[in-house]
């Protein structure tokens, strides 16, 4: 059984800085597409980033280019996300999520093409 959970969200400042993790366990992704959605109160799931586990090549939403980056750590089976320059508009719970078949490129940015998600990580701005 596949499992995705999120870790690392919080309330801070606008301008700061946050990392959130996704530790994955149940299976070993090869080809797989793994990303962060964020979903606001009273909005759409939002496409944030996603990378394909082999090969690391990554895509991203454009409200968070230049500013969001996702890695992973493949020793550890964990992604994460590197948030900086954090302003208001990032509140949202954030969900880690896993395709269960291989992914060509381009990568899915819809949610309805993941299979596996986590139980999602509060992240607040205040301004």
């Known amino acids: 059984q596949v499992q995705l959970v999120e870790s690392g969200g919080g309330l801070v400042q606008a301008g700061a800085s946050l990392r959130l993790s996704c530790a994955a366990s149940g299976r070993t992704f090869r080809r797989n597409a793994i990303a962060w959605f964020r979903q606001a109160p009273g909005k759409e799931r939002e496409f944030v980033a996603a990378m394909r586990w082999n090969d690391g090549i990554t895509t991203y939403g454009d409200s968070v280019k230049g500013r969001f980056t996702i890695s992973r750590d493949n020793a550890k089976n964990t992604v994460y996300l590197q948030m900086n320059s954090l302003n208001s508009d990032d509140t949202a719970v954030y969900y880690c999520?896993?395709?269960?078949?291989?992914?060509?490129?381009?990568?899915?940015?819809?949610?309805?093409?993941?299979?596996?998600w986590g139980q999602g990580a509060q992240v607040k701005v205040s301004s």
């Open positions: 999520a896993a395709t269960r078949r291989d992914s060509s490129w381009p990568l899915p940015t819809v949610p309805v093409l993941y299979e596996y």
